[in-house]
């Protein structure tokens, strides 16, 4: 299960940071992504850390504004988004994949709504 939170409405050049609680898997084994999807559009990655090494992976669009990052003793994958646009408009999900020795299953939270106005 993947609960996320933290979203909301900020203003552009806001801040806004996404945490996502996992629970009922090895979590420090599987890779963890956070993806979003805006109204009429597909959902894309925006960012991803993998779950041997910690390596970190971002859309070109977010490098240099958002950082993704993982507690494992927490069970807790974070998105920190600095300098929001209106762009960043969008339904957030958290997403796991777990080892391809493992099958690489998949598990999808619920969304987080994030909103960029002024």
């Known amino acids: 299960q993947l609960v996320e939170s933290g979203g909301g409405l900020v203003q552009p050049e806001g801040s806004l940071r996404l945490s996502c609680v996992a629970s009922g898997f090895t979590f420090s084994r599987y890779a963890m992504n956070w993806y979003r999807q805006a109204l009429g559009k597909e959902r894309e990655l925006v960012a991803g850390t993998s779950g041997v090494t910690g390596s970190t992976n971002y859309v070109p669009s977010v490098k240099g504004r958002f950082t993704i990052s993982r507690d494992n003793a927490k069970n807790t994958v974070y998105l920190q988004m600095n300098s929001l646009k209106p762009e960043d408009t969008a339904v957030y999900y958290c997403?796991?994949?777990?080892?391809?020795?493992?099958?690489?299953?998949?598990?999808w939270g619920q969304g987080t709504q994030v909103t960029v106005s002024s």
């Open positions: 997403n796991a994949v777990a080892p391809a020795e493992w099958g690489g299953r998949t598990y």
